[in-house]
T-cell receptor, first 114, second 109 residues
Framework: ETGVTQSPTHLIKTRGQQVTLRCSSQSGHNTVSWYQQALGQGPQFIFQYYREEENGRGNFPPRFSGLQFPNYSSELNVNALELDDSALYLC?????????????FGPGTRLTVL | KNEVEQSPQNLTAQEGEFITINCSYSVGISALHWLQQHPGGGIVSLFMLSSGKKKHGRLIATINIQEKHSSLHITASHPRDSAVYICAAPDRGAQKLVFGQGTRLTINP
């Protein structure tokens, strides 16, 4: 039990639609990172938020966007869904700046795009 | 850009065997993470280490910063250890972790 929750657990969308995934971090965790994990692959970094500001971004197009809220929750939004967006989406929170802190992962949201 | 490589990609062993999973990375780092992912997706952080060795129960992680190499060992393996084990290292200059592809471990009774 990491104290990090994600919703929904599973989601099915069609191409071109938009989706919002949610993450609730542990209280006091100022940093949240989002990852995409395709089947059989390791997670790929999408972006990170620190105190409600984007603090780093991976090689993902602008249709992947995010928000972080003062109550330690965050969102990942994906517009104009493509088939290749089908993956497990993970959020992870840390108390501090992120990369050398223990990361607390949520259980993930499995997105299927048809 | 930090590249992280794991070996083997798949490992099947009998209950009780000693397991070793290896991780190599290309860029000097300050800390390396070992993670466990069970079917269904949930990831648990096992270790974060910057030097030497850490032990937690039957799990042991070692790191050699100079050789840019880390190993995860499981002693007296058990079927419940079956999972994907992933190492991750920070990307130099960037606020992110770079993950290996994972090692799928299956322990048969």
């Amino acid at each position: 039990e990491t104290g990090v929750t994600q919703s929904p657990t599973h989601l099915i969308k069609t191409r071109g639609q938009q989706v919002t995934l949610r993450c609730s971090s542990q209280s006091g965790h100022n940093t949240v990172s989002w990852y995409q994990q395709a089947l059989g692959q390791g997670p790929q970094f999408i972006f990170q938020y620190y105190r409600e500001e984007e603090n780093g971004r991976g090689n993902f197009p602008p249709r992947f966007s995010g928000l972080q809220f003062p109550n330690y929750s965050s969102e990942l939004n994906v517009n104009a869904l493509e088939l290749d967006d089908s993956a497990l989406y993970l959020c992870a929170s840390t108390p501090g700046g992120g990369r050398t802190d223990t990361q607390y992962f949520g259980p993930g949201t499995r997105l299927t795009v048809l | 850009k930090n590249e992280v490589e794991q070996s083997p990609q798949n490992l099947t062993a009998q209950e009780g065997e000693f397991i070793t999973i290896n991780c190599s990375y290309s860029v000097g780092i300050s800390a390396l993470h070992w993670l466990q992912q069970h079917p269904g997706g949930g990831i648990v952080s096992l270790f974060m280490l910057s030097s030497g060795k850490k032990k937690h129960g039957r799990l042991i992680a070692t790191i050699n910063i100079q050789e840019k190499h880390s190993s995860l060992h499981i002693t007296a393996s058990h079927p419940r250890d079956s999972a994907v084990y992933i190492c991750a290292a920070p990307d130099r200059g960037a606020q992110k972790l770079v993950f290996g592809q994972g090692t799928r471990l299956t322990i048969n009774p």
